[in-house]
């Protein structure tokens, strides 16, 4: 199991984004309230699409578990598509974020 198929490139996604928003953008996202409650509401609609996308037992996507790390939780969604989803839905609000300008940290 290399797990650099998947793996890698979500966890340098994750890192990717994290840095740009403590190293450049510094929008100030991850200190407001409004920007966990939009993850949480993300969970709460890519857990159960995930979940039946990947379910093991009749899956429409399938992944080549020699490319990732194998956990799965859960309804058997590997534990990369969570990564993935969080650096691609926070780079987007970053970005949004950085496009409003000063203005908006304030609020």
């Known amino acids: 199991m290399s797990a650099l198929g998947y793996t890698l490139p979500a966890a340098v996604a994750v890192v990717g984004v994290v840095g740009l928003e403590f190293a450049v953008l510094r929008t100030g996202l991850f200190q407001k309230l409004g920007y966990w409650l939009t993850m949480v509401i993300v969970l709460g609609f890519q857990i159960p699409v995930d979940g039946w996308l990947t379910k093991l037992s009749a899956p429409i996507v399938r992944y080549d578990e020699q490319h990732t790390i194998g956990l799965r939780f859960p309804f058997d969604i590997p534990v990369e598509d969570f990564l993935f989803g969080f650096a691609m839905?926070?780079?987007?609000?970053?970005?949004?974020?950085?496009?409003?300008?000063?203005?908006?940290?304030?609020?």
């Open 89 to 107: 839905v926070t780079a987007v609000l970053l970005l949004w974020e950085r496009r409003r300008g000063p203005k908006a940290k304030s609020e």
